[in-house]
């Protein structure tokens, strides 16, 4: 099974390295007059003026003006920018169109002029006018590589060379889709612990900085020794009112530093992939998360025809975690040499033997794709099971930290009064 997978794939490489080294392309407006002698205008994206004109002679257009637009494409205009969501609607939105005859250049007019978003507009627009200008639909998405990855493109591209675009369109919308809630719902497991800490941190100290220090002015009149508590909470609150800008900044300035090291260094990124897998609750749904993305990504892409070698390298890059994507580069190299996939994935020692097993079956029965995608499968939804498990844990747990701590702050500050009404009971 693995022998017939590693085959070369026609043309993929040297059209994404074509792509890579196109010229620049710029947005240019026109004016002209079509064969009847009415006025026309519109937008398209070329290297220069020359091109433009030369393409509207090809579709009849008898060009008066052409002009370069100064906005900068994608980048600098107004309006709410382009994300992951966006796209995997685009491509639900084309599958569905195409599946139902509406010619490809017409399906991308009519998304790109209706979507809310200007700058999704520009995008299917520009993708349009490519395509009308001859180019593949695969070449004009790699364009804008922010917005189309590798991945992406290779299976536009296979849909086309194979002539089942319509249907390679359909599983990359399906696989958009599941990736993306995939995504959302790791947001969501890692947001809600966050949330409660920062709630918890800004608390107390409003608590510490507003509150404690009015009791302080009230204690300092009984002239009577104060509780080791509440002495202990009053040299916190002066502390945190002499210094709370220095916490400010350190906080501040520690978020900066840290987002700094983190874009810039793998080795620290890597890291971080890896004492998060360790995490308590959090680590076991990145575990089933990473994957469930690398069997979803192994499946759509094998599916699609791309061979295995390749398919394991954009899986390895999809699998968003580094010791993952370890694992999968180490099976990729194991498979090249003639080892068996299920073999390789145990060698590595990170996935289940679940997982491994279900793989050799799929390589004994020659149906892989189909197993890896029943992977896929189970393992989102054990994902969505622990987010919607650690949401229940954690309502109950936000009630328990607040109320430690704001209770504590109360009990400290009304010590010194409850020993009063003793003494004067």
Same mark, same amino acid.
């Not at 002679?57 to 494409?73: E, F, I, N, T, Y």
């Not at 609150?237 to 220095?246: E, G, L, P, T």
């Not at 890896?372 to 939804?381: H, M, N, P, R, T």
């Given at each position: 099974m693995a022998v017939q997978a590693i085959k070369k794939k026609p043309r993929a490489a040297n059209r994404r390295t074509a792509a890579a080294k196109a010229p620049k392309q710029f947005n240019y407006k026109w004016e002209g007059a079509d064969k009847k002698g009415q006025k026309v205008k519109g937008e398209m994206t070329a290297e220069t003026p020359a091109v433009v004109k030369a393409q509207l002679? /090809?579709? &009849?257009?008898?060009?008066?003006?052409?002009? /370069?637009?100064?906005?900068?494409?994608f980048g600098g205009g107004k309006g709410k920018p382009i994300e992951a969501a966006d796209v995997a609607m685009f491509s639900r939105q084309i599958a569905t169109m195409m599946k139902a005859g509406v010619p490809l250049v017409q399906s991308f007019d009519i998304i790109g002029r209706g979507n809310e978003k200007p700058l999704v507009q520009d995008l299917l627009l520009s993708v349009k006018s490519d395509i009308e200008s001859g180019q593949t639909m695969a070449d004009s998405l790699r364009k804008h590589p922010k917005y189309f990855?590798?991945?992406f493109c290779d299976l536009v591209d296979a849909g086309e060379q194979s002539g089942s675009l319509e249907g390679m369109l359909d599983r990359i919308a399906t696989y958009k889709e599941k990736t993306e809630a995939l995504k959302s719902k790791i947001k969501k497991a890692l947001n809600y612990p966050i949330a409660v800490v920062v709630i918890a941190v800004i608390v107390t100290s409003i608590l510490l900085v507003k509150v404690v220090p009015q009791f302080q002015e009230i204690f300092e009149g009984f002239g009577a020794e104060l509780p080791a508590f509440t002495l202990f909470v009053i040299g916190i609150?002066?502390? %945190?009112?002499? +210094? !709370? !800008? %220095?916490f400010l900044f350190a906080i501040i300035g520690f978020v900066i530093t840290y987002g700094k090291m983190?874009?810039?260094s793998k080795k620290m990124r890597d890291r971080q992939d890896k004492a998060l897998l360790k995490a308590p609750v959090i680590g076991e749904i990145l575990h089933k998360a990473a994957i469930a993305r690398f069997t979803r990504t192994l499946s759509t892409t094998f599916a699609a025809g791309v061979p295995?070698?390749?398919?394991?390298?954009?899986?390895?890059?999809?699998? &968003?975690?580094?010791? +993952?994507?370890?694992a999968i580069i180490q099976i990729r190299n194991d498979v090249t040499t003639g080892m068996q996939m299920n073999m390789a994935m145990q060698s590595t020692g990170v996935f289940p033997n679940m997982v491994v097993q279900m793989i050799a079956i799929g390589e004994e029965s020659g149906s892989i794709d189909a197993m890896?995608?029943?992977?896929?499968?189970? +393992?989102?939804?054990q994902v969505d099971d622990a987010v919607d498990g650690l949401s229940a844990l954690l309502e109950p747990l936000i009630m328990?930290?607040? &109320?430690?701590?704001?209770g504590g702050l109360i009990i400290a500050m009304y010590l010194p009064i409850f020993q009063l009404g003793n003494v004067v009971g």
């Open positions: 002679r /090809k579709q &009849g257009v008898s060009p008066l003006k052409v002009s /370069k637009v100064a906005q900068p494409l990855d590798d991945l609150s002066k502390f %945190m009112v002499a +210094y !709370w !800008w %220095m983190l874009s810039k295995l070698v390749e398919a394991l390298t954009s899986a390895a890059g999809a699998s &968003g975690n580094a010791l +993952y994507r370890d890896l995608s029943k992977v896929a499968d189970i +393992y989102e939804q328990a930290v607040l &109320g430690v701590l704001v």
